[in-house]
């Protein structure tokens, strides 16, 4: 699938600092420590609707880490798929009365400009779950061949206990992780199953819905097992990062995760697993199921700069679940405003100091909220002090660029 434009990153003074993330797996915050490499996986869009304010929310907060590992002196490999086939999109065409993939191409390339107008750099591969299914196959296949998987009916079962670390990911109780599996598209009460947990891998052909030919029949890939093949196909096993919002971290990066380690024999499937905070609307987790969403292509097209969206998300910290609200939107076009009006003069305050600032709380667990402080306390001084260095408005402009990713 392609991918959308890499916007240029202006060159900064200097190395910003290692990175530290929190982990799920291990609930602390720990040094990452890609080689020169970083190799990150994080999980796309089902696209049956347009882009809203949690997805933004999502894919500003990994886009970060990619620009902070950027400026470390880090390649970055990043790597994003799209679930283009899935039951949420197949119910979408039954109701809407169109076909799935005329909405999957037509909501896909929407998230593309989304994300090009919110100056998210983009995966270096941008995979579809469709033109990966040969690839599940034969991963399955592996896993089949290894005795990790089981058939009900004509579907198979992966064994998630097979894997000795499975739960060492989100490490929650017995009791969570069925109510999770269950509220997440899991099937623990299926007749059949060997372990209520065990998830599925390969869904053999239903009526009116569409299938492919592969060894293991004519069906269609489980929704874990995709990332995990993914992730294994273009990064390779024990990835830096594997990401998205905190609703995925129980049972999908948990699911994918001991997959890839029985596919591979190695463990960890990756050495943080890092997870974003759910933004809610109207009182619930704004959802495509639910239908309590604000779109960034709505914004867009009321004329809202998408600089005050990724400045607006930019004022929480990414790992903190919040309410999206119209004031919070203000809030950060007048901050974009501020900011543009200081780095349209002339000369200002010396900028080192923030530069220094940003790269540090930027480099502990991403601290947005202090970055934004940071500049707001150069930009104040510029707009009522001011200040003789004419190289501190260029600096300050190219380092919110560069790693904040907010083009003044
Ligand atoms: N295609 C799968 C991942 S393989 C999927 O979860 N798609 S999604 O479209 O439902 O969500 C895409 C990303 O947005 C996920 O990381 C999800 O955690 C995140 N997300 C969804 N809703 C919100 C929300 N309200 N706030 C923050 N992030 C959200
Ligand atoms: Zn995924």
Redo the contacts with the bound molecule.
């Keep these: 699938m392609d991918s959308w434009v890499a916007p240029p990153i202006p060159d900064l003074p200097g190395t910003g600092l290692p990175l530290r993330l929190f982990d799920t797996a291990t609930g602390q915050v720990r040094p990452t420590a890609p080689g020169p490499t970083a190799r990150m996986y994080?999980?796309?869009?089902?696209?049956y609707d347009a882009t809203?304010?949690?997805?933004a929310?999502?894919y500003v907060s990994f886009d970060l880490i990619n620009r902070v590992w950027a400026d470390a002196g880090h390649e970055v490999h990043y790597v994003q798929?799209?679930?283009d086939i899935?039951d949420p999109l197949l119910e979408r065409a039954v109701a809407t009365g169109q076909d799935w993939r005329a909405i999957a191409d037509r909501e896909t390339a929407l998230f593309r400009e989304d994300m090009a107008a919110l100056n998210v750099l983009p995966p270096r591969e941008y995979i579809g779950a469709v033109e990966s299914i040969p690839s599940v196959a034969g991963y399955v296949d592996e896993l089949r061949e290894r005795g990790d998987v089981y058939s009900v009916d004509e579907d198979l079962y992966f064994r998630v206990r097979n894997d000795p670390h499975f739960g060492s990911v989100a490490n929650l109780d017995i009791e969570t992780m069925l109510r999770l599996f269950s509220e997440r598209g899991g099937d623990p009460d299926r007749p059949g199953k060997e372990d209520p947990l065990d998830c599925l891998v390969w869904q053999s052909a239903r009526p009116d819905e569409p299938a492919w030919d592969t060894p293991l029949g004519h069906g269609r890939p489980g929704?874990h097992i995709?990332?995990a093949a993914i992730a294994l196909d273009f990064l390779g096993m024990t990835i830096d990062v594997q990401g998205?919002?905190?609703?995925?971290a129980f049972p999908?990066h948990e699911m994918g995760a001991s997959e890839a380690q029985r596919i591979t024999e190695e463990y960890p499937f990756a050495r943080h697993y890092v997870h974003?905070?759910?933004?809610?609307w109207q009182g619930h987790?704004?959802?495509?199921s639910r239908g309590n969403l604000v779109f960034v292509s709505a914004l867009r097209h009321e004329g809202v700069d998408p600089m005050a969206i990724r400045l607006a998300l930019l004022a929480h910290h990414y790992r903190s679940d919040w309410a999206w609200t119209p004031h919070g939107l203000e809030g950060a076009a007048e901050r974009l405003a501020r900011w543009r009006a200081a780095v349209a003069l002339p000369t200002g305050p010396s900028a080192q100091a923030t530069l220094a600032r940003v790269r540090e709380v930027l480099a502990d667990d991403l601290r947005t909220p202090s970055a934004l402080d940071a500049i707001d306390a150069w930009a104040h001084a510029a707009l009522t002090a001011g200040g003789d260095d004419p190289e501190a408005p260029g600096l300050i402009s190219h380092m919110t660029d560069a790693l904040l990713g907010v083009r003044l």
């Design positions: 994080v999980c796309g869009i089902t696209p809203h304010i949690g997805h929310n999502t798929n799209v679930t899935d929704w995709e990332c998205g919002g905190s609703d995925l999908h974003s905070g759910m933004v809610a987790k704004m959802s495509k």
